[in-house]
């Protein structure tokens, strides 16, 4: 009786979101690729490189 919602109320659901923040997903989707592309450039840097730059942290 009680389930997962079906294909129509996911609609529904998407278009009163779209409704409440369309002005806003823009935004929010622009941050969100900018975190991914940081995430993965910081998945691809060499971690030897990263302790140096944090050791010369330290010492200044």
Avoid: Q, Y
Avoid at 4 to 33: D, K, N, Q, T
Avoid at 41 to 57: I, M, Q, R, V, Y
């Amino acid at each position: 009786m009680f389930g997962l919602p079906g294909h129509l109320e996911l609609l529904i659901i998407a278009g009163i979101i779209l409704l409440l923040f369309g002005h806003r997903l823009p935004g929010v989707m622009r941050s969100l690729g900018t975190g991914i592309k940081e995430f993965k450039t910081g998945l691809h840097t060499d971690p030897d490189h990263a302790d140096n730059d944090s050791a010369k942290e330290n010492v200044e």
